[in-house]
């Protein structure tokens, strides 16, 4: 039996830069009501004819990883895609990245658990690695939301909070049981799937031919919808339980914690769960203001700025947190 861990880790997001006044301009919004309710002043949004695409950004993504980890594209034994966003609706992009790297023909899986997403890619690439089944695997959270939102009034209770970009991790074996990736613990409560959801095009209730058919400009099934009050209820609860999950099973005291990185949801649920659980500024990693949510490359993208920025060193105990649409949520436990 083995443990993983992260050698190498990468991100990309578009040049075009979103601010809360750029908004204004489109839709009754302004910088104070957004920055009140999410904390966030700016996000990356493709341009319109930009070859940026969610593959593509995770390729960029894992380029900069895999140089990072000092290992050859041919040394990756499988890899894992996290992503609500996909280029095409089948295949997923997964085998696009595989393409795209001109990596030999190893397999490709596509993880859909939106916010959740990365830290359920990356306990699925641990397992495969504790086994002994695969030795380095490439994990990517990539999303491209801004093509997919209602960019009116209508739709701005979501649309200001998600941007574009992506992030990239490469997991390899390590003997040494106490170092790595120490426990992943991962939860789901799909009662509650269809409050923060995006129903169409979708075989179970609205496809593209009833899209079609009914022809309805104040059809809203294809955008996302999200109750967000219930959410950020759930979240903070759900948040917290999951932590010290993994915390108890690892005999951690919160005070072990000396980096964590939660999913760029909403800034104000970071300080709820900060405070929560006594953490210091500098013991929690927040880049949500500068990129808004990127659902499944959030956790990515701040993880690989943190360490870019020096703030996670060996030896740390870095815990990952993520919870969103499902509802599923979930955490990582990490001896760096």
């Known amino acids: 039996m083995y443990n993983s861990k992260i050698i190498g880790l990468g991100y990309y997001v578009p040049d075009n830069i979103v601010t809360n006044d750029d908004l204004s301009k489109i839709m009754d919004t ?167 959801a995006l129903v169409a095009p979708g075989m179970g209730k609205r496809w593209v031919t009833d899209i079609l058919a009914d022809n309805d400009p104040n059809d809203e099934s294809y955008y996302p919808h999200m109750n967000g009050q219930f959410v950020f209820k759930n979240a903070v609860v759900r948040f917290s339980e999951v932590i010290m999950e993994g915390l108890e099973k690892n005999g951690l005291a919160k005070e072990a914690i000396d980096m964590l990185i939660p999913h760029q949801a909403n800034l104000r649920i970071a300080q709820f769960i900060q405070k929560k659980f006594s953490l210091r500024d500098d013991q929690v990693f927040n880049n949500i203001q500068k990129y808004g949510n990127t659902t499944a490359a959030s956790i990515p993208i701040a993880l690989t700025e943190a360490w870019e920025e020096g703030k996670i060193k060996e030896g740390d105990t870095v815990v990952l947190a993520a919870f969103g649409s499902g509802f599923t949520w979930g955490s990582v436990i990490i001896k760096w």
Request: aromatic share 6%; charged share 25%; glycine share 10%.
């Open 30 to 196: 302004d910088d104070a009501w957004i920055q009140e309710r999410t904390g966030i002043k700016e996000r990356r949004w493709v341009k319109d004819g930009s070859d940026d695409t969610t593959a593509t950004m995770g390729v960029k993504a894992a380029k900069i990883a895999i140089e990072r980890a000092g290992i050859d594209k041919d040394d990756i034994d499988f890899i894992v895609f996290a992503t609500l966003s996909p280029d095409m609706y089948f295949p997923g992009p997964g085998v696009q990245v595989q393409h795209a790297l001109d990596i030999k023909t190893v397999g490709a899986l596509d993880v859909r658990n939106q916010c959740s997403g990365f830290v359920y890619a990356i306990a699925v690439a641990d397992n495969f690695i504790k086994t002994g089944m695969y030795k380095n695997v490439l994990v990517i959270g990539s999303e491209l939301h801004s093509r997919g939102l209602d960019k009116t009034t209508r739709g701005r209770g979501v649309s200001v909070i998600f941007g574009d970009g992506a992030g990239a991790a490469i997991l390899t074996r390590e003997e040494d049981t106490t170092k790595g990736i120490l426990s992943t613990h991962l939860h789901s409560q799909g009662e509650h799937a269809e409050e923060l």
